[in-house]
């Protein structure tokens, strides 16, 4: 193995790379840990240590890493056609190959797919499909967006508007005008503003939250209202499994006012849930559909829009609707997500995820709860998430400053297992490759970085 000098590119990456997200003064301090290869659902440091990656990169790499028919679809590409664009009447095979096949797996009202190259993008494109649907409806009015708390819909102006997350709207005078945000559907949560939900059991705390949305449309104005946003399972948000009852509750007020739905499939798309498509899981029909990371299994950057028949037929009836990227259709990209999901279909991951490996992860997962530190262990298909509380018998749990989530993800580490800390929250979205003796692994490793983390807080 060629030596990896990891102190000379620590001190080069914290010199000149700006990072996603990042504390640099601290990245500065500790140096970055650099990834240098990955097999399976392993990746290795510079150092040589063999870390389990319990997150799939970043929510992404969901057929795991090392597949040779993606690496051999894009090098194909890259022969014949490295590049094209879609732009005043061309188009590109694998763009056009891909956009029937993701109409034949997506839910019925959709047949038609608008490209970009990733979920921030894609998320902006709909907030201007959503407003020129209204518009030529004839309901110029009808421009509010309603997103929730706590939501992730990418970094982008538009992205980390229609996301809840108070830190990224603290930064650059966000949100935009005409979106607004109602409370996500977490009890552990809502209980700390509105103690009276205490007693209620998870059904009827979904019902309660999906209310929300009605309260905050009667108070906008229903006919000002034009659509709401939503992730099936919050992601970056901690893993926010909502109580069963919550989307359904949401389908049927969105029916109600005649507001246009957004499932936000970036990471529940592409088998995450154990359906192809978080809304089928959820239950509802959205009008819209984003997808990025999955798509591609992080292979190569893609993303897109599923569009309804019902706003295709309205905003491309007469007239250019004036948005596009370089990339939209990008052959590569398109032929590397062609490649990622015929290799979903031939290995049928979806259904094993379904019947095997979720049922597996959540057996396993859930039994956490029985660790001191541990309250709420949950999954739902491939994601699954835990919140570290202080006090498991009075349910008292930590201060911010406590950090308990960054003392329990260096531990992890430490351990050989990649872990996401959300503030408290513990969360896991694993390959949907991962066999179980790949789960017991994580699992054993999870136990592990837990009592290491009991110790540390116990002093
Ligand atoms: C990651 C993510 C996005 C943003 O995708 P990018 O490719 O990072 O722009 C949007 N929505 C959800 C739900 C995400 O998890």
Known sequence: MTQINTAALQKLDSAHYLHPFTDHTDLAKKGARIITKAQGVHIWDSNDNQILDGMSGLWCVNMGYGQQSLVDAATKQMQTLPFYNSFFNTSVEPAIELATLLSEITPPQFNHVFYSSSGSESNDTILRMVRRYWDMQGEKQRKTIISRKNAYHGSTVAGASLGGMTGMHEQGDLPIPGIVHIEQPYLREAVKDKPELKDLSEDEFGIVAAGWLEEKILEIGKDKVAAFIGEPVQGAGGVIIPPKTYWPEIQRICDKYGILLISDEVICGFGRLGTWFGCETMGTKPDFMTFAKGVTSGYIPLGGAM????????????????????????????????????????????????????????????????????????????????????????????????????????????NGLVMRAVGDRMIIAPPLTMAHDNIDELLSKARKALDATLKDVSK
């Open 307 to 414: 569009v309804s028949q019902r706003v295709v037929d309205v905003i491309y009836k007469d007239g250019d609707f004036n948005h596009g990227y370089t990339y939209s259709g990008h052959p590569v990209a398109c032929a590397v997500a062609l490649a990622n999901i015929k290799l979903m279909q031939k290995l049928d991951i979806v259904n094993t995820v379904k019947n095997d490996t979720a049922p597996y992860l959540k057996k396993m997962f859930e039994a956490l709860n029985d660790h001191p530190l541990v309250a709420d262990a949950q999954t739902l298909g491939m994601v699954g998430g835990l919140v570290l509380v202080k006090d498991k018998d009075k349910n008292i749990g930590f201060d911010d400053d406590d950090n308990v989530g960054m003392i329990c993800r260096g531990h992890c580490f430490d």
